[in-house]
Each structure stands twice: as structure tokens, then as C-alpha cells.
């Protein structure tokens, strides 16, 4: 839904008397009811990232880069179906000291070998018939620390609180109240959810 101004002026230039009007919440409105075709090919998408995380899962290992583990990652949703690796994020693989950014997003994967006791994050991304899954998870190799217990629990029980509150009619705001009064509830530091 967006065109750089330099595009806008060769389009608009080309249609005299035409004008050109925002479409966007017309297309989003319409974009947000899906057919039953289209239902499918979102779950495809979201089954071939689940075989992403499995293949993740079983590659983790002390020693494997993030790169290796993004490959892995990659290589087991194209066999399942994956047309190709969206572009915007890519896969995603942070562990240790560079699990997150600090705005919340799992940094992209680098040459950084995965350690016993690092907590990991996989960002994974695929695409069937053109319909876009994500999904994201997280992972400890070997036992989880007391903290990363805690962190587990605290983010869980957020999480519930978020998927409690998502109904038909909501507001967003009161959406985000509920979960900022969850989080606020949690032995955790600040904005720690994201």
C-alpha cells in the first residue's frame, strides 16, 4: 500500500483527469476477510514455519553458529513447501548476549557460536502460494537457569493475558492496558515484553 512520492508523480503524471485517491483502508478492509482458500494457504504457511522451528530445535547444539541454524532452518521449510524467504525480516537467530535488539526484534543471524546456556530466539518466516506465516520462539540449550525459568513463566502468563483479552469488539487500548497491568505485575525489569 505505499509508493515512493517519485512513483506517485509518474502515475498521477499519466492519467490527466483522473485523480488519484487513498485506497489503503479500503484494501485493508477488504484484505482482512479471507476465504477459505485463503485460510488455508495462511495455515499451510504457518505449518511449514512449525517445520522451521523443528528443524531448528534438533540442529541446536553447543558450538552451531546462528547462520548455520538459519540455514537449517530454511533448508527444512523450502523442502516443505516454502516458496522463498521473505525479505524484509529474513530468518532471524539470536542467542546469548544478542538474543534481542533493543526494540524487540531477534537480530539477524551471525557467525556467533550458539553456548550451553545461552537463551535462543528464532524468527522464522515462510511463504505458500503467496501467503505469508511468522512465527517466533524461543529456546535454552541445555538447563534453564532459575532467571530464565522466571522469565519463561512471567512471559507465559503475559502472553494468556493477551489471548484473554482478544475479542470480538475489543478495544486495542483496553487491549494494551490489560497487558501493561500484566506485565507490571512481573518480577521483570521495564518493558521487558518487548
Same mark, same amino acid.
Given at each position: 500500500?505505499?509508493?515512493?512520492?517519485?512513483? &506517485? !508523480?509518474?502515475?498521477?503524471?499519466?492519467?490527466?483527469?483522473?485523480? #488519484?485517491?487513498?485506497?489503503?483502508?479500503?484494501? $485493508?478492509?477488504?484484505?482482512?476477510?479471507?476465504?477459505? /482458500?485463503? @485460510?488455508?494457504?495462511?495455515?499451510?504457511?504457518?505449518?511449514?514455519? *512449525?517445520?522451521? @522451528?523443528?528443524?531448528?530445535?534438533?540442529?541446536?547444539?553447543? /558450538?552451531?553458529?546462528?547462520? %548455520?541454524?538459519?540455514?537449517?532452518?530454511?533448508?527444512?521449510?523450502?523442502?516443505?513447501?516454502?516458496? &522463498? $524467504?521473505?525479505? @524484509?525480516?529474513?530468518? %532471524?537467530?539470536?542467542?546469548?548476549?544478542?538474543?534481542?535488539?533493543?526494540?524487540?526484534?531477534?537480530?539477524?543471524?551471525?557467525?556467533? !557460536?550458539?553456548?550451553?546456556?545461552?537463551?535462543?530466539?528464532? *524468527?522464522?518466516?515462510?511463504? &505458500?502460494?503467496? &501467503?505469508?506465516?511468522?512465527?517466533?520462539?524461543?529456546?535454552? #540449550?541445555? %538447563?534453564?537457569?532459575?532467571?530464565?525459568?522466571? #522469565?519463561? !513463566?512471567?512471559?507465559? +502468563?503475559?502472553?494468556?493475558? #493477551?489471548? *484473554?483479552? @482478544?475479542?470480538? /469488539?475489543?478495544?486495542?487500548?483496553?487491549? =494494551?492496558?490489560? =497487558?501493561?497491568?500484566?506485565?507490571? %505485575?512481573?518480577?521483570?525489569?521495564?518493558?521487558?515484553? +518487548?
Amino acid at each position: 500500500g505505499v509508493l515512493t512520492a517519485h512513483e &506517485y !508523480r509518474v502515475v498521477d503524471g499519466r492519467h490527466d483527469g483522473v485523480d #488519484l485517491v487513498d485506497a489503503t483502508d479500503l484494501v $485493508n478492509d477488504t484484505m482482512m476477510v479471507k476465504t477459505r /482458500g485463503e @485460510i488455508e494457504r495462511l495455515r499451510r504457511a504457518n505449518e511449514i514455519c *512449525d517445520v522451521g @522451528i523443528e528443524a531448528a530445535v534438533d540442529a541446536l547444539e553447543p /558450538g552451531v553458529s546462528e547462520i %548455520e541454524l538459519a540455514g537449517e532452518i530454511e533448508r527444512a521449510q523450502r523442502r516443505a513447501g516454502s516458496e &522463498y $524467504n521473505w525479505s @524484509i525480516t529474513r530468518t %532471524e537467530v539470536g542467542s546469548g548476549h544478542k538474543q534481542a535488539r533493543p526494540n524487540g526484534f531477534t537480530p539477524e543471524p551471525t557467525t556467533k !557460536r550458539i553456548q550451553r546456556g545461552d537463551l535462543v530466539t528464532l *524468527d522464522v518466516h515462510a511463504v &505458500y502460494d503467496n &501467503y505469508f506465516g511468522d512465527l517466533v520462539a524461543n529456546a535454552v #540449550l541445555g %538447563e534453564p537457569t532459575d532467571g530464565q525459568r522466571a #522469565l519463561e !513463566r512471567d512471559f507465559r +502468563s503475559v502472553a494468556d493475558t #493477551l489471548l *484473554d483479552a @482478544i475479542e470480538p /469488539g475489543a478495544e486495542i487500548q483496553a487491549i =494494551v492496558d490489560r =497487558v501493561d497491568a500484566a506485565m507490571a %505485575e512481573t518480577d521483570q525489569p521495564g518493558d521487558w515484553v +518487548s
